[in-house]
């Protein structure tokens, strides 16, 4: 499995980005895709997941993007986008996507592959 994350940029706060995750390879109907980032310093974390669609297609989102963060899989199931609303300066990162093989939902056991980055700076 391939992924490749597109749409970064440069953005004001309060501003908006839709980011973009292609998935290539077999069985893409079986693996959960998920959204982390990683800013200057500081360890990866979580910002938002979307179960296998055999596994119910359901979101999950960290606290910190509640309410401004929303994904979504294309009805061909080859892409996850991530839009983000009413950015923040603390939003500032590189994102990735990966992907998680199963159905069991959103990180269950860990992502088994991961595509290159794409930065995000949101400053005014």
């Known amino acids: 499995v391939q992924l490749q994350a597109s749409g970064g940029g440069l953005v004001q706060p309060g501003g908006s980005l839709r980011l973009s995750c292609a998935v290539s390879?077999?069985?893409?109907?079986?693996?959960?895709v998920g959204w982390f980032r990683q800013a200057p310093g500081k360890e990866r974390e979580r910002v938002s997941c979307?179960?296998?669609?055999?596994?119910?297609?359901?979101?999950y989102y960290v606290d910190s993007v509640k309410g401004r963060f929303a994904i979504s899989r294309d009805n061909a199931k080859t892409t996850v986008d991530l839009q983000m609303n009413n950015l923040k300066p603390e939003d500032t990162a590189v994102y990735y996507c990966a992907a998680e093989y199963g159905l069991g939902g959103c990180w269950t056991y860990g992502m088994d592959y991961w595509g290159k980055g794409t930065q995000v700076t949101v400053s005014s």
């Open positions: 390879g077999p069985n893409p109907d079986y693996y959960a």
């Open positions: 979307v179960s296998a669609s055999l596994g119910g297609n359901t979101a």
